[in-house]
């Protein structure tokens, strides 16, 4: 997953050298720019999703609200193909699966302005909030044999009678366990730099770059093995889009009129 966010960043940046000069831009400007814009995030230990307002305090500054939802990985995850159900795969040895929720409040500076159509902006950005950790167990399906030539399954968590991976049928289906669902709160910071490339006066198109650190109250157990752990450092590379919204002019912000210029007298 690092690998792929140090190629993705990397590309990103040689993508960015070839719009360094562009058209001049004759679009109407927003100066009260407000914004709403989504997000979908690699992070180096898993996936997530955002959504980010950003409202104008001075010529070059923002505050920021965002809430995120994403999953969480440990190191030591590896799929391993089912031996016996070709196409699909599970994690041996995970006992839950968890995932985040976030809500941060923050701020956006902006370091440079764009000045043309093919021009980025580059921007500033740390927030930091709370943080929940849900997680719910994982049940598989276990092979327990009978006699030489039969067995049965049960379906149960991951426990130390399960040796090897071929003691393993497959998973359970995810609603098995919902119930025993668990949650962790706790607290995050985020910081890094956004990318705003966009040709449109009034459309979002960021690439952003940074860092989080998230740290809970207990470990969370995400794998059958003794290095669980309650806090987290992560790395992430995350697509962003949205609009610029005008508190001046809301009919601006809405999705008709988001592509469409102005006519030029």
């Given amino acids: ?3 792929l966010l140090f190629s993705a960043v990397t ?6 050298s070839a719009y360094c000069q562009g058209d001049l831009n004759e679009q109407q400007k927003v100066f009260f720019r407000n914004e709403k814009s989504f997000g979908f995030q690699l992070n180096s230990d ?6 980010r307002t950003a409202r104008r305090t ?4 923002k505050n920021i609200i965002e809430y995120e939802f994403g999953t969480i990985k440990h190191p030591k995850e590896y799929k391993l193909d089912n031996p016996y159900t070709p196409g699909s795969s599970f994690v041996f040895g995970k006992l839950n699966f968890p995932v985040y929720l976030r809500a941060s409040i923050g701020r ?7 000045a043309d159509l093919g021009g980025v902006s580059i921007r500033l950005f740390y927030s930091g909030g709370p943080v929940l950790a849900v997680y719910k167990p994982i049940y598989y399906k ?6 030489l030539s039969e067995y049965y399954l049960k379906e149960e968590k991951f426990n130390t009678n399960i040796a090897i991976p071929q003691d393993i049928w497959g998973k359970a289906s995810f609603i098995k366990g ?3 669902v668990k949650v962790m709160p706790g607290i995050y910071g985020k910081g890094g730099f956004s990318f705003e490339y966009s040709k449109e006066d009034k459309v979002i198109h960021a690439i952003d770059v940074g860092a989080t650190l998230s740290a809970y109250l207990k470990e969370i157990p995400i794998m059958a093995s003794s290095d669980n752990k309650s806090v987290f450092f992560s790395l992430f590379v995350s697509y962003r889009f949205g609009v610029v919204v005008n508190p001046l002019d809301p009919e601006s912000s809405k999705v008709s009129s988001l592509f469409r210029r102005k006519k030029q007298y």
Avoid: A, H, T, W
């Avoid at 001075?58 to 500054?61: A, K």
């Fill in 1 to 3: 997953m690092k690998r």
């Fill in 11 to 16: 590309f990103y940046f040689l993508l960015m």
């Fill in 46 to 51: 898993g996936i997530g999703f955002s959504y």
């Fill in 58 to 61: 001075d010529y070059l500054n």
């Fill in 108 to 114: 956006q500076s902006e370091l440079y302005k764009k």
């Fill in 142 to 147: 276990v092979i327990y044999p009978v006699s």
């Fill in 178 to 180: 919902l119930n025993e």
